[in-house]
């Protein structure tokens, strides 16, 4: 069993930055590829980023490429998400994911199995 805790999110003035965080417990960041996704009002949840099991490959989605930036920490079995330059738009609920087997395609979020609970961001203009 995986568990995954979500924390870093806040307000933020556009063209800002936040750092979130994902904490994993029960087994290792290490052990599986992760992604992390998001949730505006009234909106279905999106992909944002993933990176593999190795830390060797890295995915965004293309409203946040050259702003976001996925990274692990496996020694403290963490995965980070920087976010740089910040728009309204950016607003939603974040969600850290972990995937048992190496997905085929990391933006759905069917090839994950396990969820955290989620950590708001909301960006003002």
């Known amino acids: 069993q995986v568990q995954l805790v979500e924390s870093g999110g806040g307000l933020v003035q556009a063209g800002g930055s936040l750092r979130l965080s994902c904490a994993a417990s029960?087994?290792?960041?290490?052990?599986?590829?992760m992604g992390w996704f998001r949730q505006a009002p009234g909106k279905e949840r999106e992909f944002v980023a993933g990176?593999?099991?190795?830390?060797?490959?890295?995915y965004y989605a293309d409203s946040v490429k050259g702003r976001f930036f996925i990274s692990r920490d496996n020694a403290k079995n963490t995965v980070n998400l920087q976010m740089n330059s910040l728009k309204p738009e950016d607003t939603a609920v974040y969600y850290c994911?972990?995937?048992?087997?190496?997905?085929?395609?990391?933006?759905?979020?069917?090839?994950?199995?396990?969820w955290g609970q989620g950590t708001q961001v909301s960006v003002s203009s």
């Open positions: 994911a972990a995937a048992i087997y190496s997905p085929i395609y990391y933006s759905s979020d069917r090839a994950y199995s396990y």
């Open positions: 990176i593999s099991r190795s830390g060797g490959s890295t």
């Open positions: 029960g087994r290792t960041v290490s052990s599986n590829a």
